[in-house]
């Protein structure tokens, strides 16, 4: 069993930045990814990141976020710029590994408003 710990969530102004952080309670060979949840709507792939670090983004963030990985420390981000109100949104941590296993973080709220 794998928890993961999100943190990082806030309230800022549009234009702003945010730095999520996802903790893994073990180290596991795994893709990780950030996924977000605005309220009404499904949930929806923001960035993934392999072990190699290979980083795919969703359209509505290329260039504005960036998924990042410390392997030595478990420990995955997602540095947030240029944030919109439109980001609004829960923000979810998730890990999938070699093995096929899939967890989730509990999400951390992210609230961009002026």
């Known amino acids: 069993q794998v928890q993961l710990v999100e943190s990082g969530g806030g309230s800022v102004q549009p234009g702003g930045s945010l730095r999520l952080s996802c903790a893994a309670s073990?180290?596991?060979?795994?893709?990780m990814s950030w996924h977000r949840q605005i309220p009404g709507k499904q949930r929806e792939l923001v960035a993934t990141?392999?072990?190699?670090?290979?980083?795919n983004y969703a359209d509505f963030v290329k260039g504005r976020f960036t998924i990042s990985r410390d392997n030595a420390n478990n420990t995955v981000y997602l540095q947030m710029n240029s944030l919109k109100p439109e980001d609004t949104a829960v923000y979810y941590c998730?890990?999938?590994?070699?093995?096929?296993?899939?967890?989730w973080g509990q999400g951390t709220q992210v609230i961009v408003s002026s």
């Open positions: 998730r890990m999938v590994t070699g093995g096929g296993l899939d967890y």
């Open positions: 073990r180290n596991v060979l795994s893709i």
């Open positions: 990141i392999t072990l190699g670090g290979s980083k």
